[in-house]
């Protein structure tokens, strides 16, 4: 899966007033470690709840599925832009589809939680 899927998501949100203020960039493989803390702090509860969460095993399996052209790291700010989120994607058999949301806690109370259904935005079939 190409990252292609970022910046027509990005221009479908452009005009959405719950989204001023917020952007998407592709990820880089230097933003493994931040993305790895997005989803230990998003998932560690339940994930300890569930199995156990083991920090070593969790690390290792991001790090060895982690595929930068499937996230989106979102960015808000006005002058100085910061790293706050992510989009993830996957594929699934002959679907693609939304793996992840993650954002920092701080920034839960900002008014942009998710993508709107009616985003539509393009995919190209790989």
């Not at 990252?3 to 960039?25: K, Q, S, T, Y």
Request: with cysteine; glycine share 8%.
């Amino acid at each position: 899966m190409a990252a292609g899927w970022i910046e027509p998501l990005a221009e479908a949100l452009a005009d959405a007033r719950a989204f001023r203020g917020w952007a998407l960039r592709g990820a880089q493989r230097n933003d493994e470690d931040f993305l790895f803390a997005l989803h230990r702090d998003a998932m560690r509860a339940y994930v300890d709840a569930t199995w156990g969460w083991d920090e070593e095993w969790q690390r290792a399996h991001f790090a060895a599925n982690y595929a930068p052209e499937r996230q989106a790291v979102i960015v808000h700010g006005g002058t100085v832009l910061r790293d706050v989120g992510r989009i993830s994607l996957t594929r699934h058999w002959c679907q693609i589809a939304l793996a992840q949301t993650n954002r920092r806690p701080r920034e839960s109370g900002d008014p942009v939680a998710f993508v709107p259904k009616d985003t539509g935005f393009p995919l190209s079939r790989e």
